[in-house]
């Protein structure tokens, strides 16, 4: 029998303290109207803030964690005096990088946090080994299907879904246990010259057009009977969420309630007040450790032999 559960879990990058925005006081309120839209529909958020974010704002974010939204770290490296992406860099590197980040962060928090987003998902093969060895769970580190190497941002060939992460390779499934939860994205739909996929960014496109992004990630996950059933849109705190005439405002709304037509036409029970933790632990709880290993095998049928 199928599960039935459809996890949905909006994700905010918080991150108005970067030098090109420098907007803290824009960041509260669209961090607040964020929080109070998802509390409206019994939905709530993971909330992943840059250090100089969490710092200056930490009574907003434990009064979050209070309220049953998950507060975890964001990381654009350039904020903290390194080069833009993380993905340039290796792992010794990451790990002075990440870390410091880390430390911050507990510091504010008064624990570390278990979950994290990288800027631009510009990660490299190094990444999730670094973020398992820090002792982060899980996160959102792929945008799959993108290639933008520009921004040292290249997931092509990644996983849709929620899986553990590849030790080695960010594009395998491994036996890490470290949970990444993609973000929804429609593979076939491109964007920026072919380089992205679309994908449930808020401020990317209307309520209209990410109905069909919606409907055909939640019909092709019944489709492949996946383990998690997911949503994980995306946005950031440089919009005024508090503002009910911003188009993101209009926008998360409409998404919210595409969601909640779509699973119910599909029989499905939206997971209330789930975040990261509870994709991570239902996933965790579904599949075995190392169950879903890929085993990479050579194709030899061109050369008239069954494969390796």
């Known amino acids: 029998m199928q599960d039935n559960r459809l996890f949905v879990a909006f994700n905010i990058d918080c991150e108005a303290s970067q030098p090109a925005v420098d907007d803290l006081a824009l960041g509260e309120r669209a961090t607040r109207g964020f929080a109070d839209i998802l509390e409206q529909y019994d939905l709530r958020g993971s909330f992943e803030v840059l250090p100089s974010d969490i710092e200056p704002h930490a ?31 290796g792992p010794d590197m990451q790990h002075q990088i990440l870390g410091e980040a880390t430390d911050r962060h507990a510091q504010v928090m008064g624990r570390p946090p278990e979950s994290i987003v990288v800027g631009y998902a510009s990660i490299n093969d190094y990444t ?52 990444e939860i993609p973000v929804t994205v429609d593979p076939e739909s491109r964007m920026w010259g072919g380089k992205h996929p679309q994908d449930l960014r808020v401020e990317l496109v209307d309520a209209k057009n990410h109905w069909y992004t919606i409907n055909k990630a939640i019909e092709r996950q019944i489709a492949q009977d996946v383990s998690i059933k997911c949503l994980r849109p995306l946005t950031h705190n440089i919009f005024d969420f508090s503002d009910p005439h911003d188009f993101r405002h209009q926008t998360l709304i409409g998404m919210i309630e595409h969601i909640q037509a779509i699973a119910a036409a599909h029989d499905l029970q939206i997971v209330t007040r789930a975040t990261g933790v509870e994709i ?3 996933y965790r709880a579904a599949v075995p450790l190392g169950a879903n290993t890929t085993r990479l095998e050579r194709d030899l049928r061109g050369y008239g032999q069954p494969s390796s």
Request: hydrophobic residues 35%.
């Open 280 to 282: 991570a632990a239902a």
């Open 59 to 89: 009574a907003i974010y434990r009064d979050l964690r209070q309220r049953g939204h998950e507060i975890g770290l964001h990381v654009h490296p350039a904020t903290d005096g390194y080069e833009e992406f993380l993905g340039v860099y």
């Open 128 to 179: 999730y080994g670094v973020l398992s060895e820090l002792g982060y769970r899980h996160g959102t580190c792929s945008i799959p299907t993108r290639v933008l190497p520009e921004c040292a941002s290249i997931h092509g060939g990644s996983p849709l879904d929620t899986h553990y992460a590849h030790a080695y390779n960010r594009a395998l499934v491994g036996d890490l246990d470290f949970v």
